[in-house]
Structures are given as C-alpha cells and as structure tokens.
C-alpha cells in the first residue's frame, strides 16, 4: 500500500498555490513533479562534485565520473539491460529517437518500408518522415480504433520483407492505451524488422525488462519519472548499436583525431559527443532509487485505482465524453465537453489552480481520426488524490455552466 499523504510530503511543489487556489497538477503526461531527493540530489553535485567528466585526472572530476558512472548501471539494472554500455545517455526520447533514425540513414533505400503506429507523439513521426525523404523508403500507418487501440491484424498485412524498422509508443500520451508491444516486437522481428519502441510514457508506470522484451531499442525521457528535464537515455542491443554511425561528431567520441581519418571511442561514448548533461545524468538515477522506493507495482495499483475513480465521477457529467476507452490504460483521461473547445475549458481550470493540457498533445493524427481540435488531457500520477478528482470534476461542472 501507497501511503499517499507521506508521499506528497516530498513533493515542495504540491504545496503551492495557483490563482489562490492549492494547486492540483494533473499535468503528469507532459511532465511530472520533482521530489525533495531529486532536487537534493541536483544541489549536492552543483555544491560537491561539478567537474567535467571522462577527461581531468583531478579528484572531483573523477567523482563526477564515477557518480555519472554509477547512474548509468542503475539506469541498466532498472532496465534490465545486459551491458552498461547498452544505455547512451541523451537529451530526452526526442533526442533518442533521432539518433536512431539518423544511424538508419544509409542502410535503408527505396523499396524500404518503415512501420509507425497512428497512435504516436510527433517525436516518433517527423524523425522518420525524415529518414524516408532521405532514403525513400516508405512510411505505413498502423490503423487505430474507436477505443483508441491499435488494429493488430492492420498491421500483420502491413509487415512484408521490405520492413525493416518499426516504431510503437508503448504507452500513448494522449489517450494512455498501452499497447501490446511484445507482440509487436515478435511479429516484425519474424520478417527481420529492427523494433525501437517509445518508453516515455510508460515509465513512470511500470518497469519495461528490456531483455524479456527482446526489444532492439527502448527510450525515454528523465523528467517524465520525477527526474529532470534535458535528459533522458537510449536502450540499444550492442549488436545495433556497434552497427549504426555516430549521431554526432565532437569531443568525448572518439578514440584518435587526425586530419586523414578519426576513429571513434568504444560504446557508449561513441554516440555521447561533447559535455552532457552531467547533473542530470546523475540524478536520474536518483529519481529512478525514488520510483523504486515506492515500488512500481504499488504505483500502478494506486494509479488504477484513481482512474477508475476518475473517470466514473467524469461521465457522471452530461455532455462529457472520453476519449481513449481501451481496457488496456493507464491514468490519462482525455475528453471533452459537447459544443465546447478544450482551451476554455482548460482556462477555467486553470482559474481553479487545475493544472491540465489541452490541445493536441503532439499526437495530431489521433485528433484528426476523431475529427476534434483536441482534448482536454487530466493525467493522474502516485501523488494524486481522490479529493482531488473530486476537486476536477467541480471544477468542469463550473467550466460547464459558465460556457454554455
Ligand atoms: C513526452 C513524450 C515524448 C517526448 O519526450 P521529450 O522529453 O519531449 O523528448 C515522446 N513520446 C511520448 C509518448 C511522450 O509522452
């Protein structure tokens, strides 16, 4: 069990109030809150150990690199990676994803064809509309249904021998279904496609075992589980990640620099060009000693609970209609009242110190199936309370009233 006042105990910010009102921030899906260790965590490597790493034979830049060290070999046990050199540092999942389809470029050709899924965030559709511009492979849509799910047997007609690559969020932003990716990975691994899926909307959830996925690449992004922004990581198989180039070129990534020829560093500093995000690579691994403190399986019980509570008390409202209905979900309600846009009724939330999103939560396509402008997104994490659902569904009940 998840004692839930104690927890918001080491949330500072949870404490705060928004337009005079105590702020309920149910905004997780776009980023979630920083506990007290995390921001500890920050300030001691700042007042302690800043040092650039992996080059001074000083004292602090050697601890600065152990401790950035030691974070990417939690980051590969939370994982469940095999090597510690499987797990590259990034910027985020958009970063992650980018170099992957950057490293596809010239192996892929015309004829080729690349798989996506019509329920994912823009990160994971530019990168590879880009990569088939480049390339001319072609970009196919796995159909989605009205609950939100994706059409399974769509995408078994879609895969061929010319698949090479597919590309799935394993949780959706805008909708949270999760989608059954193991299957996914099996299926294109049994026509020889390469599978990266889009972890960042699952992790703060549950806890992905990358090799019992059998997953060829896994990202995510820090500060969607209680880490900071401005990092996150990549998951490659080493197999994959020995075989594609390097994102970028610079300090830290290379073994010899000539004029002639550069060789490039081992794994992972070959795709960790420059300074990184020293710090932040550091405390996600504190933000991920935190999730686990809690303990994940206490974290998806409780969150459940709060959805099911949720979106009962939310279709008590007349007018108002969910979108993303799959059994299958985690805690992200997406909806909208009848005849109203979901910006009014965020502004009016929002009067109420209601933090949600509104829009379309970098998921367009999904927007488009549904022929809406967006939704109005409540995304629920382990801190949220019941009386604070109960603090929303006033707070639409009001938004209803003054605006029709
Ligand atoms: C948030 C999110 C992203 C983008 O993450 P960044 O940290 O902005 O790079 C990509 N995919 C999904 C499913 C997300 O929820």
Redesign the pocket.
């Known amino acids: 069990m998840l004692n839930v006042e104690n927890i918001r105990k080491d949330f500072p910010i949870l404490s705060r109030k928004v337009n005079g009102k105590p702020l309920v921030y149910f905004d997780n899906?776009?980023t979630s809150q920083t506990p007290q260790q995390v921001i500890n965590a920050i300030v001691n490597y700042y007042s302690n150990y800043n040092a650039n790493i992996h080059r001074g034979v000083h004292t602090l830049s050697q601890e600065a690199t152990d401790l950035y060290e030691e974070s990417r070999k939690k980051i590969q046990a939370h994982f469940n990676a095999k090597f510690s050199h499987e797990i590259i540092f990034t910027s985020?999942?958009?970063?992650s994803i980018n170099l992957v389809a950057n490293g596809f470029s010239s192996s892929l050709k015309k004829g080729d064809n690349i798989i996506v899924s019509a329920l994912e965030?823009h990160?994971?559709i530019v990168p590879w509309q880009m990569l088939c511009e480049r390339t001319g492979a072609t970009l196919n849509v796995i159909p989605m249904n009205n609950e939100g799910e994706l059409v399974m047997t769509a995408y078994d007609k879609l895969l061929s021998k010319n698949t090479k690559l597919v590309f799935c969020?394993h949780?959706?932003?805008a909708l949270g279904t999760i989608n059954p990716i193991e299957t996914i990975i099996e299926k294109a691994h049994a026509v020889g496609a390469a599978v990266l899926i889009?972890g960042?909307?699952a992790c703060p959830h549950l806890k992905p075992d990358v090799q019992a996925l059998n997953v060829d690449f896994y990202v995510t992004?820090a500060?969607?589980m209680c880490g900071p922004t401005g990092v996150?990581m990549l998951y490659g198989k080493e197999a994959w990640l020995k075989k594609l180039p390097p994102y970028q070129g610079g300090g830290e990534m290379i073994a010899e620099v000539t004029f002639e020829k550069t060789t490039y560093a081992d794994l992972p500093h070959k795709f960790e060009a420059g300074t990184p995000n020293i710090a932040g690579g550091i405390v996600f691994g504190t933000a991920i000693d935190y999730m686990n403190s809690i303990g994940f399986e206490a974290i998806a019980n409780y969150e459940n609970d709060l959805l099911q509570y949720a979106t009962k008390k939310l279709l008590d409202i007349e007018g108002l209609k969910i979108y993303g209905t799959s059994k299958q979900k985690t805690s992200v309600l997406s909806f909208n009242l009848e005849g109203i846009h979901p910006y009014d009724v965020g502004s009016i939330l929002d009067k109420l110190g209601i933090a949600v999103r509104t829009g379309h939560h970098?998921a367009q396509p999904i927007m488009d199936f549904y022929k809406i402008p967006g939704t109005v997104r409540a995304s629920f994490a382990f801190y949220n309370t019941k009386a604070e659902i109960d603090i929303l569904a006033e707070g639409i009940k009001k938004a209803k009233m003054m605006l029709s």
């Open positions: 899906a776009a985020g999942t958009t970063h965030h990160s994971n969020n949780i959706s932003n889009d960042a909307q992004s500060h969607k996150g970098c």
